[in-house]
């Protein structure tokens, strides 16, 4: 479970000066790589697969005051990217840039603020700590922009997390895909998606983002 800037998941449960997830997440002054799982029952952390995530703090910081209470005000995108975009900078330069995952974040956020939105940022090569992610979008989102990397070509259960959250999904592919091995060419998350951008580099998240905010502002959230 992944969680930036709520409040609520305090695992009651949890012994005695263990490391809550939310506890955890209070820490972050930058990007860190938590792990999940250790919170809520585990003893003995070395009988444990943990899966890993990368989480970007939300800004304004968690530890601003009333915080919470600008979940009424502010609209928020979860920014999920999937396996192997922690490597962006390194990994295939010529296909997928020099850019590195901490400037698509950074991207991310300025072109949010400039809508009047947030950006929750998370990174994990786990397709289950990606889903939780998702779910948990529900509570706190108004939109999710996603690069699935290459469960884009394989996951049903990720299409299913997306359709299951309701809210409207920009799928982001830095390189034009459709250029690309035959492999790469379907999605299963593009029949879901309000849109999909491929082929852009970085400034793919940026058009994402953009048409969200549009989306958005046509379909007025509920009270
Ligand atoms: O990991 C990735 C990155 C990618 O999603 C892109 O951003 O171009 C394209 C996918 O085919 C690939 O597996």
Redesign the pocket.
Known sequence: MVRCGRHGDHNASSPPGSLTKVDALRLLGRPQRIIIGLASSVTDPSAVVAATATVFPTRPSDSTPGAERRTDIVKRLLLVN????NLLGTREPQ??GHETLADVVALAERVAAEEGLEIRAVQSNHEGMLIDAIHEAREDCAGIVI????L??TSVVLRDALAGVGLPIAE????N?HA?EEF?HHSFVSGIASCVI?GAGIQGYEFAIRRLARVMGETPTPA
């Open positions: 999937g396996p192997n975009l296909i997928y690069n699935p990397g290459g884009t070509h982001v592919h830095l390189s895909v690309r790469r491929a």
